[in-house]
């Protein structure tokens, strides 16, 4: 692919009318949502969404999220049950993902959904998310605005560091609010399945919904390729659940942590921790140190938090 000049683009209405032109031709826009920045395309076009997965280097078995302003929009292209209904009316807009069955006449790439007869959805909670979904008048297909394999992107800088060049431009919006991804539900069997642990708490989404199947998704068969072991690989080593680190070692604190380098967390909050989370690893793996962690606390947030960190200590997927 060859490069290009990257437009940073404010978030007013210039701004966003730009963008909304950009993925109208069928190029690439990264844009802010609650969870974290999207690269945001034409979820139509066979020839745009293969640009997404040339500009992350990313293997194409990988399904996308498309993005969209509301439930109405979401109805028009997969089929709701009273549950998933439930699950939309409770959680959006919100970093809730559904997964779907696909209605067959949606008229979205085949390239979105790898060919499988399901689709993630989500209505993003961002003021300008909304607004460049309405500018663009259709549903944009948005994984992580980062290269595969990286620690996702949480402001415009970590987007432009991962795809500048890549891409025609980045919507800044300014850092996003929860920083972790989306909860990732798959209601289209009995009972739901949790694909990946996010932005909804599962003890959450068990109050509306009732209870909900995790964790039976491998390596091996995922269910949701985002669950690769390496996926938000840092370039650094990673050690979890450390006490104190060693000579050479930087330090990611969560609570009261005096030597920690940076802290998720000082005052033990979750949600500060996972608003923190990548933008802590971007900054450490930056100092080329190895980079130890401090325990996290395994409920709330704190699951989808440490579901992160495994992948980041995880032994890098070959290639
Ligand atoms: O918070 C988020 O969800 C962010 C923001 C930009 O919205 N997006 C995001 O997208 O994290 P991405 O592409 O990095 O992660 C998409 C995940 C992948 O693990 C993918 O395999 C899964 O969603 N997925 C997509 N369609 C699916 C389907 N039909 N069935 C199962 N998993 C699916
Ligand atoms: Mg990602």
Do not use: C
């Amino acid at each position: 692919m060859s490069e290009m000049k990257t437009e940073i683009l404010s978030a007013d209405a210039d701004g966003l009318e730009r963008a909304a032109g950009f993925v109208a031709e069928g190029r690439l826009v990264a844009f802010p949502t609650e969870t974290v920045y999207g690269l945001g395309a034409d979820a139509t076009s066979d020839k745009a969404v293969a640009e997404v997965f040339a500009a992350k280097g990313r293997p194409s078995f990988n399904p996308l999220i498309v993005h969209v302003p509301d439930l109405v929009a979401a109805a028009r292209i997969a089929a709701f049950t009273p549950l998933a209904e439930r699950a939309a009316a409770a959680f959006w807009p919100g970093p809730l993902t559904l997964v779907l069955p696909l209605s067959p006449d949606a008229g979205i790439s085949a390239l979105v959904t790898a060919g499988l007869g399901s689709i993630a959805l989500r209505v993003p909670d961002h003021g300008l998310a909304a607004r460049l979904l309405a500018a663009f008048g259709g549903p944009v297909a948005a994984p992580s605005a980062n290269p595969s394999g990286r620690i996702s992107p949480t402001t415009a800088d970590h987007v432009a560091q991962g795809l500048d060049g890549k891409i025609a431009a980045i919507l800044d919006g300014g850092p996003t609010s929860v920083g972790l991804e989306s909860s990732i539900l798959d209601l289209t069997g009995t009972p739901p399945r949790l694909l990946r642990e996010g932005g909804v708490p599962v003890e959450a989404l068990e109050r509306v919904l009732g209870p909900i199947q995790q964790g039976a998704t491998t390596d091996a068969h995922p269910k949701a390729p985002g669950q690769l072991a390496s996926h938000y690989a840092p370039a650094a080593a990673v050690r979890l659940d450390v006490m104190g680190k060693t000579d050479g070692e930087v330090l990611l604190g969560f609570g009261d942590v005096p030597e920690a380098d940076l802290n998720l967390s000082a005052r033990g909050d979750l949600t500060e921790a996972a608003a923190n989370l990548f933008g802590h690893l971007h900054r450490l793996d930056a100092m080329a140190r190895p980079i130890a962690v401090s325990p996290v606390p395994d409920h709330g947030l704190g699951r989808a938090i440490n579901d992160r960190l495994r992948r980041a200590a995880a032994p890098r997927a070959a290639g």
